[in-house]
């Protein structure tokens, strides 16, 4: 199966520690019980003085809209004030502001300045950050060796996604040397905080025996751990494992009842699976014109399998079946109408 990097761009929520000014320590108690109020009230006189650590906690209460209205504007005023003073949580704050463009103009420019100028301070969430920049190629020429060093730089600081996306990069020596083993062990650290990247790659690591002694076992447990969060790539492996009889007795419906999961969350490599299923009549009735409804929209959302499976199945269907199956996946494009398209044609005499 495909390994899948997840991408968040994520808003560090903590910042360096609280400075002992007057009227701060009172307003972090407040904001510990969930009184906003008043802990905007001891915040900002102190911000309206420079304070910049009061300055980010105001940011933050206009981003999280706590003990006032939610206003990204707001929000990034107060973390630019910070972020000049050198404040690095306001800075990666900024940085993910311009980066989606929440409250200033989107600047992949200005987003790549400020992760900068937090990463080097040590903020792990910018060091994260710059690291999937330099993997992408978003506002800065693609460098894996770059990316590979910010990942590392934040993974030694306990970042449980920097750790699946470096460990990534060592499965596949992009910017690094190839080492399973320790793509293993950074899977591991990563599953183990509850992130489903994490999980879903050491699940993977475990069925293809990559860096880890090869156990179905353990990566179907890996990968039930990460489906219960919604990750597709997960329940779309479970799929798999129980159509091929992986560590599991093959069991085509309930292999079904996994890809028609991930199906629903968009991920077209199920809506192929699906359609394999029913050209082969495994686990349901065989059914040639739901097989080419489901490879046309797996094949509308850019799966290359399906383009292929596509043209397989149409050579022994009739021009009245292909029409029958244009229709009903004219139908499954309407948003979020797929499987409910797919079962009223299924159930209709």
Request: with cysteine; hydrophobic share 40%.
């Amino acid at each position: 199966m495909h390994n899948l990097i997840k991408l968040t761009l994520a808003i560090a929520m903590l910042g360096s520690a609280a400075l002992a000014n007057a009227g701060y320590k009172e307003g972090e108690q407040a904001a510990d019980r969930g009184d906003y109020a008043t802990a905007l009230q001891e915040w900002r006189p102190l911000a309206d003085k420079g304070d910049a650590q009061a300055q980010f906690r105001m940011g933050l209460a206009y981003d999280e809209g706590q003990g006032v209205p939610a206003d990204p504007a707001a929000a990034a005023r107060w973390y630019r004030l910070a972020a000049d003073q050198g404040h690095a949580g306001a800075q990666n704050n900024l940085a993910w502001a311009y980066s989606h463009g929440k409250g200033v103009p989107q600047s992949d420019a200005e987003a790549l300045k400020w992760y900068e100028k937090a990463a080097v301070q040590g903020q792990v969430w910018a060091q994260y950050n710059l690291g999937v920049r330099y993997q992408y190629g978003r506002g800065v020429k693609q460098n894996y060796q770059e990316a590979a060093r910010w990942y590392q730089l934040s993974a030694q600081q306990g970042h449980p996604l920097a750790m699946a996306n470096l460990g990534m990069m060592l499965s596949n020596g992009d910017g690094v040397k190839k080492d399973y083993p320790l793509a293993a062990k950074l899977f591991r650290l990563s599953a183990e905080q509850g992130t489903d990247i994490g999980q879903y790659n050491l699940a993977l690591a475990y069925r293809n025996g990559r860096g880890i002694k090869q156990d179905f076992e353990q990566a179907r447990n890996w990968y039930l751990k990460a489906a219960a969060q919604g990750y597709a790539p997960s329940e779309h492996n479970l799929g798999s494992m129980y159509e091929q009889g992986l560590g599991v007795q093959k069991d085509y419906a309930t292999a079904m009842k996994w890809y028609r999961r991930a199906a629903q969350r968009g991920f077209a490599l199920s809506w192929n699976a699906m359609g394999i299923l029913y050209v082969r009549g495994a686990g349901v009735p065989e059914n040639k014109v739901a097989a080419c409804a489901l490879f046309m929209h797996a094949a509308n959302s850019g799966n290359t399998l399906a383009v292929k499976n596509l043209q397989h199945v149409q050579q022994d269907m009739k021009p009245a079946e292909i029409k029958r199956a244009q229709d009903l996946a004219a139908a499954m494009h309407l948003p979020g109408q797929a499987l409910a398209a797919l079962d009223a044609y299924l159930k209709a005499p």
